[in-house]
């Protein structure tokens, strides 16, 4: 058996609008600093009003997210397994009591 990877040290690199762009983990003791780490890279992307529409894992799988055009929620969700996740045709809406609102 290999032995067990644990994250020691994590760092998030932001873009200019402060989207949460890189999450870096060193492994096994490493650090940004030192030689030797095994390093793993979570990318994220956004659309143009910040939803995320993407995130790419290490061993270049990836999710996706698409959004209803009406923009009250997520239209189809694709996990890293590249199975479609079933639309929702609703949102919650917290400030009203987290009612149902139809997604038209």
Same mark, same amino acid.
């Given at each position: &058996? =290999?032995? @067990? $990877?644990?994250? &020691?040290? @994590?760092?998030n690199a932001y873009?200019? $609008?402060n989207?949460?762009e890189?999450e870096?983990?060193?492994? *096994?003791?490493?650090?940004?600093? %030192? *030689?030797?780490? %095994?390093?793993v890279?979570?990318?994220? +992307?956004?659309d143009?009003?910040?939803? !995320?529409? @993407? $995130?790419?894992?290490p061993?270049? $799988?990836?999710?996706?997210?698409?959004y209803?055009?009406c =923009? /009250?929620g997520t239209?189809t969700? %694709?996990?890293?397994? =590249?199975?479609g996740?079933?639309?929702? !045709?609703? %949102?919650l809406r917290?400030? +009203? =009591?987290?009612?149902? !609102?139809? /997604?038209?």
């Amino acid at each position: &058996m =290999g032995s @067990k $990877l644990e994250i &020691m040290s @994590k760092a998030n690199a932001y873009d200019a $609008l402060n989207r949460l762009e890189t999450e870096t983990a060193y492994l *096994n003791g490493g650090s940004p600093d %030192t *030689n030797g780490a %095994t390093v793993v890279v979570n990318r994220h +992307e956004y659309d143009a009003i910040d939803r !995320q529409t @993407k $995130l790419t894992f290490p061993d270049g $799988l990836f999710e996706t997210w698409d959004y209803a055009v009406c =923009g /009250c929620g997520t239209a189809t969700h %694709t996990d890293r397994g =590249g199975i479609g996740v079933s639309p929702s !045709q609703y %949102t919650l809406r917290p400030r +009203e =009591g987290c009612e149902l !609102q139809l /997604c038209r």
